[in-house]
């Protein structure tokens, strides 16, 4: 819910400081978690609105008790929210409480009353990794018969190279410009003879808009490059290189949806999704004895290693780190 439809259900000292929490959130976490947490507090303000028969204030926010807590634990759970959700949903609210007690220096009895509260979750919110034999299988895909066009073959191609090659996110991915590219010139004729295939980092926009660079292994470089080639839509240095048919910057949903039907032609399995590579990509690296803090650097996890740490990394010393996994893979075509 946007700031300005939630105005009618608290009042303006409130609004203030929700405001000052969007802003913050836009900073240091992602789109995609920014909004949720959005969602999040959204829904407890309404709801202690209704609960309280008023408008909400910064005072019933910050002393909610476990009974209030549970009755909007139950007031979701009627309206479908299931379990899982209502977790992230404290999590979400959590975080703006810390904010509210860290940044804006107020008393917050509410984070006694989470910290009571238990919800029971079924299964790993934290998605399989699938075999190696499975990934190469994916990373090998040639049938372009599932595609109008064959430019898009390459492209999704590419985006799994991506995903597993490289660790990144979806998100991650879908915002790759050619700027992030800086060791390769695009205007020349030839686009792989003009740098070392051996040497060329990616510039990745993560999580909090924090920047990592990424070591590109060959064979990733090269169904990068490919699509490139093949895109009829030429992209300027600070536009998305993905786009959909029309040009437009590709839907994750899009790719999804046509990552499901190569699933099914390879027979791997159905739920296998794109944060799935990124997961495999992980859990094989150490799988091979790969440095649990180098590979942090990689995936951008910066609650394990800080900035500093990262940005100071040996690029060689993490390009051997993924060469470990993926040497046995530089004649992916």
Not at 134 to 142: D, H, N
Not at 174 to 199: G, M, S, V, Y
Not at 239 to 260: A, C, E, H, T
Request: hydrophobic share 40%; aromatic share 10%; charged share 25%.
């Amino acid at each position: 819910m946007k700031l300005q439809s939630l105005q009618s259900f608290c009042d303006d000292v409130l609004a203030k400081v929700i405001e000052k929490f969007y802003s913050y959130i836009e900073v240091y976490v992602s789109e995609n978690t920014s909004r949720a947490y959005a969602q999040d507090v959204s829904s407890f303000i309404v709801f202690l609105s209704h609960y309280h028969g008023t408008k909400c204030t910064l005072l019933y926010v910050t002393e909610a008790t476990v009974q209030t807590m549970r009755a909007w634990l139950a007031f979701r759970a009627e309206h479908k929210v299931s379990s899982k959700t209502n977790s992230r949903a404290l999590c979400g609210l959590r975080y703006f409480l810390l904010h509210l007690r860290n940044e804006l220096s107020y008393e917050v009895a509410t984070l006694i009353s989470i910290d009571k509260l238990k919800i029971k979750t079924t299964g790993s919110t934290l998605p399989k990794a699938i075999s190696e034999s499975s990934s190469i299988a994916l990373c090998k895909f040639s049938n372009s018969n599932l595609y109008p066009e064959e430019w898009l073959f390459y492209r999704d191609k590419s985006i799994i190279a991506l995903l597993y090659g490289s660790g990144l996110r979806i998100g991650e991915v879908l915002k790759i410009t050619k700027r992030d590219l800086p060791n390769i010139d695009f205007n020349a004729e030839d686009l792989k003879q003009n740098f070392n295939r051996n040497d060329v980092n990616l510039t990745v926009k993560g999580k909090g808009k924090k920047d990592r660079s990424v070591p590109l292994l060959p064979y990733v470089l090269d169904a990068l490059l490919q699509y490139i080639e093949r895109c009829p839509y030429q992209a300027a240095q600070q536009q998305p290189i993905f786009v959909g048919m029309k040009g437009d910057m590709l839907n994750p949903d899009v790719f999804r949806r046509q990552m499901k039907l190569i699933l099914a032609s390879l027979g791997i399995e159905a739920t296998t999704s794109p944060h799935t590579l990124r997961h495999s990509f992980a859990t094989h690296l150490i799988k091979h004895g790969g440095d649990i803090r180098k590979i942090q650097e990689l995936l951008g996890h910066s609650s394990i290693a800080s900035t500093s740490v990262y940005l100071h990394a040996d690029t060689d010393d993490i390009l051997d780190t993924v060469m470990t996994l993926h040497n046995d893979k530089k004649t992916i075509k």
